[in-house]
């Protein structure tokens, strides 16, 4: 498997840590950030295959982050799997134009699947 890239937004040191060690294993390269502010900077310098992104995120949310990836023309293409706690998930996701999303707590094989099969549709 050629090194496939996983950007995780999230600001839970705990969860960070996990997700890292799992998709490391799994031959992924992971970059993390605890702030979404950014999110085009950081997508632009990694340029990542796959993107985590949760709703509770510090200086502007996943909603508003996403969509501010997903309005830009070079990056829209990219998968954002939503991932939050929130009852509200479904439409939380569809407001944020996510493709795809995972409740918290999530199991790390949903995770891994999901992750995994939007990168066999870029492959």
Known sequence: ???KKILIFDDDKT???VITIIFEE???QVEISETS???IEKVSSFKPDVILM???IPRIGGVEATQLL???EEFKSIPV????ANNDIVALAKEAQADDYVAKPFNLEDLEDKVAKYLQEKA
């Open 54 to 56: 949760d709703n509770w």
């Open 1 to 3: 498997m050629s090194n």
């Open 37 to 39: 502010h950014d999110i």
């Open 26 to 28: 799994n031959g992924y």
């Open 15 to 17: 969860i960070l840590e």
């Open 81 to 84: 799997i939503y991932v939050t």
């Open 70 to 72: 997903k309005n830009h």
